[in-house]
């Protein structure tokens, strides 16, 4: 068994093929990447990224042990946990294990079959006009309305206000609110949203199931002040600190306002829901509270993310009001900062399936707080569509 081992190491050793910083070529039938990490003395870690023809493409990472005494690197995938970040200073891809489209693409639905192809290939899909004007500009009213009251409210520019029913988070070092979090349990006109067909049966036909709110947001982001995201999955931090046990969640993003490149439109990197990137951590105690205005912990190395673009390239979000998104949780996505004289505003509704509700939180200890992920049983429950909206 031994001497079989040290053969197949020195094959793989012996056939691999530099593809330039951060890249090996290697023959398929060589080692499997959890395999090679235990058979190369723990110096590097290969992930597996795509297949070419007969060649694997690897990820090659230098442990921190590399030169002097060696420490233990990134951990493999394993079946109890295929989605594990955070447990190392070391991130991976993987290829994702679960489907994109969960139901039938022959069962009819309100997307078409080649909507539901592009969906699946990039992992986002536009659905221009969705809404029109009026019903836009009566939930705008109320948003801003919301939006003015808890910058009033908030004069001492606390950074985040928790309270039983939302979470509102500030801009850094000001009272300008950046998001609202379950505006759903404050305001009738988003409940409804959350009920209304077009947007309730894009998610069940998407993820095959009854579905509930994991979350809502508001998102504002004021001229001249809202501050951009970094590039990140969502998924990974549900998964990692809400305990969303796969990816059968979506989330639809609804236009409020025009939504332009020079406003901080929505980046997203088509194709990256494809694979799962693991993140560095380890994750600090109450790292939600920061990670709601800027986010360090939970983001893509800098190699993973230049392969994901070299891949799939960046699309903006952008669009008219009333225009809906609907993407993947695990899309890779991120915004610019607005230095631009035009409010962007935008709402999130994040459907999950009722197959896939939460369990104890993948890393940290105690889950993030009820409003960013939900498992209250008398709100875990299956939305019942609206045909008629009358709020909005």
């Known amino acids: ?26 023959p398929r039938g060589t080692l499997l990447p959890s395999n090679m990490c235990s058979l190369t003395t723990k110096a590097s870690t290969y992930t597996a990224v795509t297949i070419r023809t007969n060649k694997r493409v690897f990820l ?4 921190p042990g590399f030169h002097g005494k060696r420490c233990p690197h990134v951990t493999m995938a ?36 080649q909507e539901l192809e592009f969906y699946k290939t990039n992992g986002y899909i536009k659905v221009d006009g969705l809404f029109d004007d009026q019903e836009i500009q009566m939930c705008r009213e109320k948003f801003t309305a919301l939006r003015d009251k808890f910058e009033e409210d908030n004069r001492s520019k606390k950074e985040c ?5 939302y979470t509102s988070v500030t801009e850094p070092g000001s009272n300008k609110v950046k998001s609202i979090y379950s505006p759903h349990k404050i305001l009738p006109a988003v409940n409804q949203l959350c009920q209304d067909n077009r ?44 305990g969303m046990p796969r990816p059968r969640s979506m989330s639809c993003m609804i236009l409020m306002t025009r939504n332009l490149a020079q406003n901080g439109a929505l980046m ?76 962007r505003m935008n709402l999130f509704l994040v459907y999950n399936s009722l197959h896939n509700k939460l369990v104890a939180p993948f890393g940290p200890p105690k889950p993030r707080p009820e409003n960013l992920g939900c498992r209250d049983p008398a709100w875990v429950q299956p939305i019942t569509p609206l045909e008629k909206p009358t709020e909005y």
């Open 268 to 343: 997203v990197i088509p194709g990256s829901h494809r694979h799962y990137i693991s993140c560095a951590g380890p994750t600090p105690d109450n790292h939600w509270v920061t990670s709601l205005q800027y986010r360090y912990i939970g983001t893509p190395n800098q190699e993973a993310l230049s392969h994901m673009v070299q891949e799939g390239g960046i699309h903006h979000c952008t669009g008219e009001a009333g225009a809906a998104f609907f993407f993947d949780c695990n899309l890779l996505h991120g915004s610019l900062a607005n230095i631009s004289p035009w409010d």
């Open 161 to 165: 206000i928790v309270t039983d029913n």
């Open 78 to 113: 394993t079946e109890k946990d295929p989605y594990h970040s955070r447990l190392s200073n070391v991130g991976e891809i993987r290829s994702r294990p679960d489907p994109v489209i969960w139901g039938d693409d022959e069962k009819p639905g309100p997307f078409s079959r």
């Open 199 to 242: 947007l309730l049966g894009r998610a069940q036909q998407i993820l095959d199931s009854n579905v509930y709110m994991h979350h809502t947001r508001l998102n504002f982001k004021q001229q001249f002040k809202g501050t951009g995201f970094y590039w990140h999955s969502d998924f990974e931090t549900w998964h990692v600190e809400d």
């Open 1 to 26: 068994m031994c001497i079989t081992m040290a053969i197949r190491m020195w094959i793989t050793m012996a056939t691999r093929r530099p593809l330039g910083n951060g890249f090996l070529l290697l």
């Open 60 to 63: 090659f990472t230098t442990s």
